[in-house]
């Protein structure tokens, strides 16, 4: 046995004394094993057999009703010292975090079955890959993780040859949202999780190591683990530009991953690729660009609202070999959304008769996993083991008011400062009050692993010489009029946004000047077939210098908490955009 393998065997041994299953299953991410543990759920009710002949083997998964976002508030990470995680997490001290996570694994698993979960995040054989292993007690967890990484033998294989693997150590236990707790000891490539099978707390390659240990590892090696979308976007002349974009969790990435072109762009012969929807990791390739791969194989979306007309390539998708979670079913035993709108729910996300007065009849967080090669627009280099090259960089929040359909950042300096004001109205996916605006920069606010102070910092430092960085964008889709209704279309129209971005990128489109950046003027954006109000498009547009001032003042205020390690330039940045609109003011 190879040293790697004889580490992880010990672990597992370890880990096995202390939570006391009854039994120990290798995973080897076989068609026969995932068979097995369906059936297992079938017969335990862990899953519910949906309609074979509308969604041949597609299954229902209800969570805890407690146990369905997120939680923020419970996830720590561990180091030891404490300005290294920054005012952006929550710290405990390793000693007082192995002393609580043990307790809580004493003996939890108990009457269960211990699953190691070997995995890959990233093509199986890309150097930007990563493997990790999840030991869990859920095999609800097993079945996702089987979609949503490489997971089995081949990762298993990798593991053997490679220096190094995140462990992570997750079990449901009671699923009491009091003895609750995410934990990621990054000095020690650790996670660990107690007391949620949900998504983001339970899936443990995704948020916890694709973005807050790799978030840190990236930072000591020299690449970004960050909270973006991939797209590749064809022109009609044949050439694929890939943009990469973040976005807080609920805002509409995975839409726009796999978004359907305008009309008039289709006959044109635009198409659009997807490569990843909700991480990517980048890193400078020898020609000075950079490229990025998907860590994730699966796509673990957001139900509600996904429909024909938001998002045809997910629902086409969406027809087999899906988990869908706390969503609703119809009578013929369907799944079923709010915003679905073909069929009607007959019992809600928690198994009881839809009753409107109960609220939606899924939850506003119901998720649905699935491999990402059954999108129809699956790009055919999302596999590259070199990742595909970013033209471009887009970050976006869910703001009401103020920010612009789009705007292009100066420079690379104002670009992070972009990415770093970033600010969102919160959503369902992570509990707490819905749709408060906080600061969320470069939507990572949740998954990094280290002080933002430092994680500008290492964006800044990519600026560097023989660096062929990409052109870095501010968008907002999400711009209300007063009676509150959305100002723009979204959905296939962004694609009108993202061809003025490329535009920009190549140097062939025009832009106006003004002191937050180049905006376009209306005449440089396709509007062909869209049919907006002069006004609306006007305001979708402006800048006003007063309420733009208070935001940078509430931009300035926030970036000092990170004190002595936020980057001078970043301030600097910030300084000279407020001087440019105080020129501005009438
Ligand atoms: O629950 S997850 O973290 O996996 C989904 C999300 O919040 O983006
Ligand atoms: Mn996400």
């Not at 087999?320 to 079913?329: E, M, S």
């Amino acid at each position: 046995m190879s040293s790697q393998l004889e580490t992880l065997n010990e672990w597992v041994q370890a880990t096995a004394r202390r939570t006391r299953p009854d039994r120990i299953h290798w995973c080897d991410g076989s068609d026969t094993e995932a068979q097995a543990l369906t059936e297992l759920m079938l017969a335990s009710g862990e899953l519910i057999a949906i309609n074979p002949t509308t969604h041949p083997d597609c299954y229902l998964h209800r969570s805890d009703p407690d146990d369905v976002a997120r939680v923020e508030h419970l996830t720590f990470i561990s180091t030891q010292q404490r300005d290294a995680v920054g005012p952006n997490n929550h710290w405990m001290s390793p000693h007082d975090a192995h002393l609580k996570m043990d307790a809580l694994f004493d003996g939890c698993m108990q009457g269960r079955t211990l699953y190691v979960v070997p995995y890959c995040m990233g093509p199986i054989d890309s150097p930007l890959s990563r493997c990790g292993v999840e030991i869990t007690d859920s095999p609800y967890v097993v079945a996702n993780m089987r979609l949503m990484t490489r997971m089995g033998q081949a990762a298993l294989q990798r593991i053997e040859r490679e220096a190094r693997f995140v462990k992570g150590l997750h079990s449901t236990g009671e699923l009491n949202p009091e003895r609750r707790f995410i934990l990621h000891f990054p000095e020690e490539n650790l996670i660990q999780s107690y007391g949620s099978g949900y998504g983001g707390n339970a899936l443990l390659g995704k948020k916890c190591h694709a973005l807050r240990i790799a978030s840190w590892q990236g930072h000591q090696q020299g690449w970004l683990a960050e909270h973006m979308l991939i797209v590749g976007i064809e022109n009609p002349q044949g050439e694929t530009h890939y943009i990469a974009a973040a976005f807080p969790s609920a805002c509409g990435k995975t839409n726009l991953s796999m978004l359907i072109p305008p009309a008039s762009y289709r006959r044109a012969g635009w198409k659009i690729w997807t490569v990843g929807d909700d991480i990517c990791w980048m890193q400078p390739g020898a020609d000075g660009r950079l490229w990025a791969i998907n860590p994730e194989a699966g796509f673990f979306g957001v139900a509600p609202g996904t429909s024909r007309k938001t998002n045809p390539n997910a629902l086409a998708m969406l027809t087999h070999d899906t988990i869908f979670t706390n969503v609703a079913l119809t009578n013929d035993v369907q799944p079923w959304w709010e915003g679905l709108h073909d069929g009607q729910p007959a019992i809600d996300w928690q198994g009881r008769t839809f009753d409107p007065a109960n609220g939606p009849a899924a939850h506003p967080n119901s998720r649905f996993t699935v491999r990402a090669d059954q999108c129809p627009s699956w790009s055919s280099h999302a596999e590259d083991p070199q990742g595909v090259p970013i033209s471009a960089i887009v970050f976006g929040g869910r703001r009401a008011n103020l920010i612009p359909l789009v705007f292009e950042a100066r420079d690379w300096t104002h670009g992070v400062l972009a990415g770093a004001s970033m600010a969102s109205e919160t959503t369902a996916a992570a509990t707490g009050k819905v749709g408060v605006l906080r600061r969320d920069p470069m939507a990572m606010k949740p998954f990094c692993g280290y002080n933002f102070g430092d994680y500008f910092a290492h964006w800044l430092s990519f600026d560097r010489p023989g660096a062929k960085l990409p052109k870095i964008f501010h968008v907002n889709w999400f711009r209300k009029n007063q009676q509150g209704d959305f100002l723009w279309p979204g959905f296939g129209d962004n694609l009108r946004v993202l061809e003025w971005i490329l535009g920009r990128c190549h140097g062939h489109t025009g832009a106006t000047e003004t002191p937050i950046g180049f905006l376009p003027r209306i005449q440089d954006l396709n509007l062909h077939g869209l049919n907006l109000d002069p006004a609306q498009l006007e305001s979708l547009l402006h800048v006003d210098p007063v309420a733009w001032g208070e935001e940078l003042q509430g931009i300035g205020e926030y970036l000092a908490d990170y004190g002595e390690h936020l980057p001078q330039q970043l301030e600097l940045a910030r300084q000279g955009m407020a001087d440019a609109l105080d020129a501005e003011r009438p």
